[in-house]
């Protein structure tokens, strides 16, 4: 692409930022949002701890993709040992989770899409090979690395339909910047079509597989899923329903759903984990605001021994219960522990589904073996949900009445329950080996240098 086009883009950008700077101002104010990584994200100034080692740089947008890395890096430090592993996100989330995760690497928020600022990054880093996960393709970046012969490698590919609707309209900018890249792997067949007809080199784009099946966790007893148990101080006799990954007004769906089952199911205890971090003290005030008790994972002590009740925060008993009989809702409020909270899981229910969302993960929750419930609205993940319900593996339901009934029905038939939680652990269980194929792929991109 010619100097004069990174400079149009330029122009493009600013004027979305300046239409959208009140939007960022308030959430800023308000919510908490967007207060960090600015002088890397508009300047480029980046900064590695080991500058004299070749380098890999893996670019994850937010806490999906970091998430879904874990096992790309785990394997990377084994097979690339002399390679500095450099990781860039997009989001304050999806930083705070990767720190945290990697603490043995250097994290930073990726330059925004202006040429002085993927240029200053570029210049910084001298990456020996760039490694992007899903779609994330900004077109002056991509342009810098390439013109810097520096080996881009698209990893876990998807392109959804609306996606490739809206690419379609610009095909002939999408073509410029894929066969840019030296390799597009994809989850599937149909990803891969998609890139193809946009114009993807044919022999560049590859099926590799869902990444995201390898590091599925499918052991109840791992030492995350029973830390929280203990914290929680959920009985084995308890049968627990998780609402993950929830958005407005999915909490309401859910609470609203074991209040109304409580008197049936008296051992049903109820787990929140709501998409967003704004939105912990806004969930807690609903369940408060409806007459039910409620325990923070994060007001949760730490020390031994420590009692649950201590931490309880009450409410004015809902209409219909005392408050002695009324268990307290748990709400997950800490950042990266939802994967390891979906083994406590009889029932699973994916929120994202019942808004526009398009859903969220479900895999994990399959992964256990949980019974899965799902809204409608799952085009995010549409190949899995079809993979799934055709295997009798999650059932579909479409507003509040119909989880609550859905999920009336598994606590009633628990043998039904267990096999459609089984169904969906098989399903996981044959899909994984992404990550080796993924690794072996990046390997052939990178010069002699970058290996161990």
Same mark, same amino acid.
């Given at each position: ?234 009985? &084995? ?72 009740? &201590? ?87 479409? &507003? ?53």
């Amino acid at each position: 692409m010619p100097f004069v086009f990174g400079w149009l883009l330029n122009g493009i950008y600013v004027l979305i930022l300046t239409a959208v700077a009140p939007v960022l101002v308030y959430r800023r104010l308000a919510q908490g949002k967007y207060r960090h990584g600015w002088k890397e994200k508009l300047t480029g100034q980046l900064r590695r701890q080991h500058p004299d080692r070749p380098c890999l740089w893996f670019h994850a947008v937010s806490v999906g993709e970091v998430v879904q890395l874990q096992r790309i890096i785990e394997d990377a430090r084994q097979r690339f040992p002399s390679a500095e592993l450099f990781i860039t996100v997009t989001t304050d989330t999806g930083f705070e989770v990767a720190k945290s995760k990697y603490p043995n690497h250097t994290v930073s928020y990726f330059p925004l899409d202006f040429t002085w600022a993927v240029s200053a990054a570029l210049n910084a880093i001298r990456p020996d090979a760039i490694v992007l996960v899903e779609l994330e393709l900004w077109p002056n970046f991509v342009f810098a690395a390439h013109r810097r012969h520096i080996p881009l490698v698209l990893i876990n590919g998807r392109i959804g339909e609306k996606s490739f609707r809206g690419y379609s309209r610009i095909k002939w900018l999408m073509q410029q910047i894929l066969v840019c890249f030296d390799v597009l792997a994809v989850q599937n067949e149909t990803y891969a079509d998609r890139l193809r007809r946009l114009g993807a080199p044919t022999e560049r784009v590859i099926v590799t597989g869902n990444i995201k099946f390898d590091r599925v966790e499918t052991d109840r007893s791992n030492p995350k899923t029973a830390e929280l148990r203990r914290g929680f101080q959920l009985a &084995d006799t308890e049968q627990v329903l998780v609402a993950g990954s929830t958005q407005d007004p999915e909490e309401s769906y859910a609470l609203a759903a074991w209040a109304a089952l409580r008197a049936e199911f008296p051992n049903l205890r109820l787990i929140l984990v709501p998409r967003h971090k704004e939105r912990f003290n806004e969930v807690a005030a609903l369940v408060l605001d409806r007459g039910y008790p409620l325990i923070r994972r994060s007001r949760l002590s730490s020390e031994p021994g420590s009692n649950v009740n &201590d931490q309880t925060q009450t409410a004015e008993p809902a209409e219909g219960m005392s408050a002695g009989r009324i268990p307290p809702v748990l709400l997950l409020d800490t950042l990266g522990d939802l994967a390891a909270c979906w083994g406590l899981a009889e029932i699973a229910f994916v929120g994202g589904t019942l808004t526009n969302r398009g859903g969220q993960n479900m895999i994990e929750p399959a992964g256990y073996g949980a019974a899965l419930v799902l809204g409608p609205n799952t085009w995010n993940f549409k190949d899995i949900t079809e993979a799934l319900v055709s295997r009798n593996a999650a059932r579909v339901v479409h &507003d509040a009445n119909g989880l609550r009934e859905t999920i009336r029905e598994l606590l009633g038939r628990p043998v039904e329950a267990n096999q459609l939680g089984q169904a969906a652990q098989s399903f996981v269980q044959s899909q994984q080996g992404a990550v080796q194929r993924t690794l072996d792929l990046i390997d052939k991109t990178l010069s002699r240098t970058t290996r161990g």
